[in-house]
């Protein structure tokens, strides 16, 4: 089995947001986690908050955690 390390997002200027949510998601996929349903969907915003640090984290728990869209 290949295992497809988890990544952080560590707020750096030269940072490329788009290459970390490709990697994001080849992590899902390598890790089965199946984003059609609640709880695969829930997981996945769970590790998602996990690869974040400092302004980032922030950032996803004043204005994205808990809202109702």
């Known amino acids: 089995m290949v295992k497809y390390a988890l990544k952080k997002f560590l707020d750096k200027v030269d940072e490329d947001i ?25 997981r996945a915003l769970e590790l998602f908050q996990l690869c974040l640090t400092s302004e980032t984290s922030c950032w996803i728990k004043d204005k994205l955690i808990g809202k109702k869209w």
């Open 18 to 42: 788009d290459k970390f949510i490709k990697d994001y998601r080849l992590y899902l996929m390598a890790a089965n986690i199946i984003i059609t349903n609640v709880k695969g969907k829930q």
